[in-house]
């Protein structure tokens, strides 16, 4: 079946580490997105790429850096220059123009 | 830049009755998308229903419906006959057709709770 792979789907990590999340894709997709989830604070982006080898920070890149050497994986490394990364981190794709973007199913970072 | 503001954090509706969820936009931007998201407990994001600015013909999902108001920039889900299952967050959210600005830019949700 096409979709979002994301792994792991809950990651523990000790202050100071760095820590990378999966994301794969299967659908073709040309953009895929990372968004960070807190509560009451919906979805705020964190970096996209539309094309493999190229990538643009969103709101809140600060901590975060990601790679686009595939079509079909664009993983997520958080560094430890992240000052609060305890979060849910949801992986998205699309079509340039088709609008929609389809989620994978989210990994929940927590830090001890 | 342009912003989404969903005024009700929480909503109730009681089984079988209908609920409207608000959503307003700021942009300056004649052609673009709209979104009404759905986010269980499972936390795996649903497209509930999409609408493209050019089209004046509200978008319709079976018991989902919008009222799409462009000039107000306005955006509001109707859920008819509503189910436990509807129970969610649900997000509104706004994507360009402009490139280089793809990117969804999201509200901060309505959580949606159905009484039995």
């Known amino acids: 079946d096409g979709g979002i792979t994301q792994s792991p789907k809950y990651l523990f990590r000790k202050e100071g580490q760095n820590v990378t999340l999966s994301c794969e894709q299967n659908l073709n997709h040309d953009a895929m997105y990372w968004y960070r989830q807190d509560p009451g604070q919906g979805l705020r982006l964190i970096y996209y790429?539309?094309?493999?080898?190229?990538?643009q920070k969103g709101d809140i890149a600060e901590g975060y850096s990601v790679s686009r050497e595939k079509k079909e994986s664009f993983p997520l490394t958080v560094t430890s220059a992240q000052k609060n990364p305890t979060a849910f981190y949801l992986c998205?794709?699309?079509?340039?123009?088709?609008?929609?973007?389809?989620f994978g199913e989210g990994s929940r970072l927590t830090v001890l | 830049a342009q912003t989404v503001t969903q005024s009700q954090p929480e909503m109730s509706v009681q089984e079988a009755e209908t609920v409207t969820l608000s959503c307003t936009y700021d942009t300056s931007e004649s052609d673009y998308y709209l979104f009404w998201y759905k986010q269980p407990p499972s936390r795996q994001m649903i497209l509930v229903i999409r609408q493209e600015a050019y089209k004046q013909q509200n978008a319709t999902e079976n018991r989902f419906s919008v009222n799409f108001q462009k000039a107000a920039k306005s955006f509001s889900l109707k859920i008819s006959d509503s189910q436990l299952g509807d129970a969610a967050m649900y997000f509104c959210?706004?994507?360009?057709?402009?490139?280089?600005?793809?990117?969804?830019?999201f509200g901060k949700g309505t959580k949606l709770t159905v009484n039995p």
């Open positions: 998205a794709s699309s079509q340039q123009v088709a609008g929609e973007l389809f």
């Open positions: 959210a706004y994507r360009s057709t402009q490139g280089g600005s793809e990117k969804l830019v």
């Open positions: 790429s539309q094309i493999v080898n190229d990538f």
